[in-house]
């Protein structure tokens, strides 16, 4: 159980292109999606809180205009990134917790590799 | 916020060797996480920690969890090839868990035959 899928989960486009990551969880609800992002051999940072039916929280420095988040469902969360330039190439990857699970790890999606060139 | 460091950033241990990863925390610990990455891929959850002195294992990885010290420790018996990858911790910043995660940097395991 638990599983959470995102897609795709390789991209490459050209500079200026926007390009849509989508982040489900396949057998459970979630009100809470969380997004991070990983640069080689570094650890994951949080981006943002995205949350079912409301405006998304970010974390400080990162750009909630270069970061569309939209999450419509209770299984789906979306995050584009608008106007993607080289420096916009990053793992991206997203988490969700159960609702109403308590107190529940968040379970992660297998990632999304951004290439810019 | 909240930092977490872990040590040692990476570890070459002979198979069949004993090894353990430490988590400190710059901070109260609010809930402490060991997941294991292959590099590129996604999360895989290991185990959760809540409770200062709380201690769990799956297998042959067991994770400690010290409160008053904000260290956790991640031990794994008699290492097997699957066991190579990134260890990373991560912990909540505010009491709850509903936030996001900090994570440490990762401790890069390789295990040789």
């Known amino acids: 159980g638990a599983v959470v899928s995102q897609h795709p989960s390789w991209v490459i486009c050209k500079s200026g292109t926007s390009v849509k990551i989508e982040c489900r969880s396949l057998?459970?609800?979630?009100?809470?999606m969380f997004w991070y992002r990983q640069f080689p051999k570094q650890s994951l940072m949080l981006m943002a809180t995205?949350?079912?039916?409301?405006?998304?929280t970010y974390e400080q420095g990162v750009e909630k205009d270069k970061f569309l988040i939209n999450h419509a469902s209770l299984t789906l969360s979306t995050l584009t990134v608008t106007s993607a330039h080289p420096e916009d190439s990053s793992f991206y990857i997203c988490?969700?917790?159960?609702w109403g699970g308590g107190n529940q790890p968040q379970h992660f999606g297998d990632g999304t590799r951004l290439s810019i060139l | 916020s909240q930092e977490l460091e872990q040590s040692p950033q990476s570890l070459i241990v002979q198979e069949g060797k004993n090894l353990t990863i430490n988590c400190t925390s710059s901070?109260?610990?609010?809930?402490l996480y060991w997941y294991k990455q292959k590099y590129g891929e996604g999360l895989i959850f290991l185990m959760m920690?809540?409770?200062?002195?709380e201690e769990k294992s799956h297998e042959k990885i067991t994770a400690k969890l010290d409160e008053k010290k904000q260290q956790s420790s991640l031990h794994i018996t008699a290492s097997q090839p699957s066991h190579a990858g990134i260890y990373l911790c991560?912990?909540?910043?505010?009491?709850?868990?509903?936030?996001?995660?900090?994570f440490g940097k990762g401790t890069h395991l390789i295990i040789q035959p």
């Open positions: 991560g912990a909540h910043n505010f009491r709850g868990g509903a936030d996001g995660l900090t």
């Open positions: 995205s949350n079912e039916g409301s405006k998304a």
């Open positions: 920690l809540q409770k200062g002195g």
């Open positions: 901070k109260t610990l609010y809930g």
């Open positions: 988490s969700a917790r159960v």
């Open positions: 057998d459970f609800q979630a009100t809470t």
